[in-house]
């Protein structure tokens, strides 16, 4: 009998493979040393505290069962705050409390979680066909913009982080962040762009507003409507995150009726499944940057052929607007790897092309220039 029980008892729960050999990943992480390391990082972060929080990764190590399992984007925020320290702008320790806010692990989030993907699932009209039901949650949690407004804001994930999670020191470098809870959807259209400035219109309205140019404007051609939420800084305002391009119509009504956005997004969607592109990369939701990784990555070889070939005319079909370029410069820049070489080794006439774009590129990118100049004259 008790052999009976103990039999009964010892299966694990059912996972998304249908064969009680082969567990998730998750359940794989429940019983290796990553599940406490994954709790003690995210403690760390709460309180503010890079240091201690990539000495836990580190330590933990990166690999379960041949997997990846830190989020290359998580870490690459931790080194980046690290590297820059204090010439990361408050902005972007804003940006660095939403992120954490996202990752959702509290129990209380199991329901906006759960809600935001039924969201993002009904945008789009359905599950993914193609997909098994556990890799489509995880795909619409990493990659979604609906799931991601919906679940920090249409659901309160990012406030009930702020004010369960956040500790004060982490909270005391945030910009303004309180009011980013509160930010509406608005629905815009792009006027003009500038190396350190994006202008956009309101299409009812007419309203006029400016936005710092970290790559917003990237995916969107001049004259061309976007949705998304303008957050206020301590000296202008910028997007919480990359906005999304959307039919003229779609900005409109989003302008009209802010609270309506999800509604006006299904039924768009609805009408052209491909028109609107709301399922982002795996590293496109960046802490300095609204550029996707790989059009980083084009840009600059982009910039790199214009170097070597100032007058080949292939350059505008490589790179279509040059006030774009400082934006890709600084995203680039940014990098931890770019900022450890650099920092490394810097060649004299190197210096003089990265100290002309100082005065086009966005913070912290700027700083960064003029310290790895002034660094390698000193050392000179």
């Known amino acids: 009998m008790s052999k009976r029980k103990k039999r009964e008892g010892s299966p694990r729960p059912g996972n998304r493979f249908g064969d009680p050999r082969r567990r998730s990943f998750a359940e794989k992480v429940v019983d290796s040393p990553y599940w406490p ?3 003690a990082v995210i403690d760390a972060e709460a309180r503010g505290d890079v240091k201690a929080a990539l000495e836990i990764i580190h330590r933990a190590g990166n690999q379960l069962d041949g997997e990846q399992f830190w989020h290359p984007l998580r870490i690459e925020r931790l080194e980046q705050m690290r590297l820059l320290g204090p010439e990361m702008p408050r902005w972007a320790h804003s940006r660095w409390i939403v992120s954490q806010a996202m ?3 509290q129990p209380r989030n199991k329901w906006r979680m759960s809600k935001a993907i039924q969201v993002a699932m ?3 009209g359905g599950p993914d066909p193609h997909r098994d039901r556990e890799d489509d949650r995880i795909q619409i949690m990493d990659r979604d913009w609906v799931y991601r407004q919906t679940f920090l804001y249409e659901l309160g994930g990012l406030e009930a982080f702020l004010r369960h999670n956040a500790s004060g020191d982490l909270l005391a470098g945030a910009d303004r962040i309180w009011e980013w809870t509160r930010a509406p959807m608005r629905g815009v259209r792009l006027l003009e762009r500038e190396p350190r400035h994006l202008l956009w219109e309101d299409p009812e309205t007419g309203e006029q507003v400016r936005t710092i140019n970290i790559g917003a404007g990237m995916l969107v051609e001049d004259g061309e409507c976007a949705i998304g939420r303008i957050v206020p800084l301590e000296s202008g305002s910028m997007f919480e995150t990359a906005p999304l391009r959307v039919p003229d119509e779609v900005a409109y009504a989003v302008a009209d009726e802010p609270d309506r956005w999800i509604e006006v997004l299904r039924d768009a969607c609805a009408q052209d499944p491909g028109e609107i592109w709301t399922r982002r990369g795996l590293r496109d939701y960046g802490l300095l940057t609204d550029i996707p990784h790989a059009l980083v990555d084009l840009a600059m070889d982009a910039g790199l052929h214009a170097f070597h070939h100032p007058d080949d005319e292939e350059l505008t079909e490589l790179f279509t607007h040059p006030a774009d370029y400082p934006a890709c410069l600084a995203a680039w820049l940014v990098r931890p790897a770019t900022i450890s070489a650099l920092r490394a ?8 092309a990265l100290l002309g774009f100082a ?3 966005h913070e912290p990118a700027a700083s960064l220039i003029r310290d ?3 660094h390698h004259e000193e050392a000179a």
């Open 103 to 105: 990752q959702g692990t």
């Open 37 to 39: 390391a994954m709790f």
């Open 122 to 124: 009904d945008v789009r």
């Open 372 to 374: 790895l100049v002034d």
């Open 359 to 361: 005065g086009f590129v």
């Open 345 to 352: 080794g810097l060649p004299s006439e190197g210096r003089a």
